[in-house]
Each structure stands twice: as structure tokens, then as C-alpha cells.
């Protein structure tokens, strides 16, 4: 096995993995994906949420992945302790008894170069070593589950890291969506599944696509900017009502599905960015650039077919931190 490179065979998701009954029913609900550590995102969730009492939220996976820090760590455990928190690969390599031999777990597609790859297993190993020394951290990591299946105004909404066959595929990235072939195999299994909406996240960049028979919405990252000169996450929320804040969305069977910026302190996670992962770390190295907003994506970029822009590409260059 490639480190970094390939899955285990435990990353496939059963093909019962979306039937049954959904685990609750809400109005509203928000998908984060890769808050990767950022205590401040997870304050302004938090803050979202104040806002929005009855609205639900699960983590669909990668909550750690910058907080080498026990400290930092522990808060975002205590942070999502109060959701249906779910594992991405990230939790999953950290929960093992035994090395898996994957890595990151992050199972890159060759179009992502070797050194991103090698810097991710460091980071990895890094973090490795701070849940060994928090007793009992990787049992908890380990037992949460893959997958979950929800009702959003009596919709069915499948929620997963990667996509609706593999913890971390990479099937529901930008790239593989772009192709006709890949939205027609979505289309029928969203059918097939009585499934109106799959939310995702693991690329790392973020996607939003209507079919037919269902739409898929992709977050990118909640705890990293997403966008050229942004220094703001981006959450999914999927809900019978519109958010004023959205950035994108597109309605169907009596859904709004959106993203909504994660507007975070950016000075303080960049500080405790920087003391976790000095000059030439794995982490500062791979990721410094992005969290401090140089991309090139725009939000138009994420919209492959059926969602609309909600505001002007001015309004949105204003959302930087709070």
C-alpha cells in the first residue's frame, strides 16, 4: 500500500450504507467538513448557531488536522461532542490500534504531487503522537460512524467525507463531477438510493451540483478559506427556509441547499497556526498560502450546474474575518 496514496479495504462503504431510516428530522441542518483543527471556526459555528436554535449539525469527518496541540485538540473534541460528529480519514488513521499503512488516509489521486503527499503523512505522524498521549482519544475516534442519513423537511439528505462509495473517495471532487459520465453514475445512484441531497467534503475544494434526481453539495473546507482573498470557511447548510448570508444555493423539492461563509477570527488562527506549525513544518509548507487566503478559486468555479451566485462577487471579496 502507497502511504497517502491508497485505502484500506475498510474504507468502502457498504452499499446499505444510506438505507433504512434517516437518525433524526430537522428544518436546518449544516454539514462541516475539514474543520481541520481551527478553534476558531468551530467559535463561529458556534455563533452561527446561536442564531439558529433548532438547526442540527454534523461533522462529516476531518475535524482534526492542524491542532498538533493537546490543548487545541481537546476543545475541538469538546467543541463537536455536542453533534453527530463522523470520521474522515483523518480520525480514522488516528483511531487505529495498528498502523494501516495508508498514511494521511487521504488516498490522493497521481494529479496531486508526491511532496503534498509525503507532507500530509508528516502532518499525519504528528498527530498521531498527540492522541497517543490523550488516554482513551482514540477509541472515541474510532467508534464514531462513516456515514449518516438524515431528514431535512422530510427530505433524505446522505451525508459522507468522501463519497457515497468510499470514506475517502475522491468521486465527488471538482474534477470527477465535471465529467458527464460521473454525474449521470451520481444521478442514477441518488435515484436508485431515495436520496435528494449528498453532502461531502475531502477534496479540499469546494462543489455544488444539481441533477435530476438529487444535488450534491461539496463544502471544501469549514476551517481554511476556500477562495481568492477569502479568510472564511464555508459550511453547507441544507434547510425548508434561505439564509440572507448565502453565498450560493439552489432549491429543490422544498430544500434551499447553500453555502454560507464561516466567518472565523483570522488573526487568532493564524497565530496558533504558526505556533503549531513554524517556517518549513509539513503543515506550513502545504497549507500557509491558503490560510492566508492566496487561491485562485471563485466562488463561480464551485458551481458546476443548477446553483446560483446569491451575492456579487464585491460583496463577497468583504468577507474576510470578523
Known sequence: MRAGRDCPLDYRLAADAFSGEPLFACETLYVVGGLYGNRQALAALQRRLAAEPKARVVFNGDAHWFDRDPEIFQQIEQGISAHLALR???????????????GCGCAYPMSV???????????????????QGLPGMAECLTARPATALVSVGGRRVAISHGDEQSLAGWNCSRQALSEPARQQQLDAWLAAQDVQVLATSHSCAAVALNLEHGALTNNGAAGMPN?????????????????????????????????????????AFLADFDRQWPTHSPAAL???????GQLSDRPEHALLAGFSLCQSLCTLETLTDE
Not at 480520525?91 to 490500534?97: C, D, F, Q, V
Not at 504531487?113 to 492522541?131: P, Y
Open 286 to 292: 502545504s497549507y500557509r498560502s491558503r490560510v492566508l
Open 88 to 102: 474522515g480519514n483523518v480520525e480514522t488513521e488516528l483511531g487505529r490500534a495498528d498502523d494501516s499503512g495508508a
Open 227 to 267: 477562495f481568492a482573498g477569502g479568510r472564511y470557511g464555508l459550511l453547507s447548510r441544507i434547510a425548508t427556509t434561505p439564509h440572507p448570508a448565502a453565498l450560493y444555493r439552489c432549491q429543490r423539492d422544498g430544500l434551499y441547499i447553500e453555502a454560507l461563509p464561516l466567518n472565523y477570527d483570522h488573526h
Open 113 to 131: 504531487d508526491n511532496a503534498v503527499v509525503e507532507r500530509s503523512n508528516a502532518i499525519q505522524q504528528e498527530l498521531n503522537s498527540t492522541v
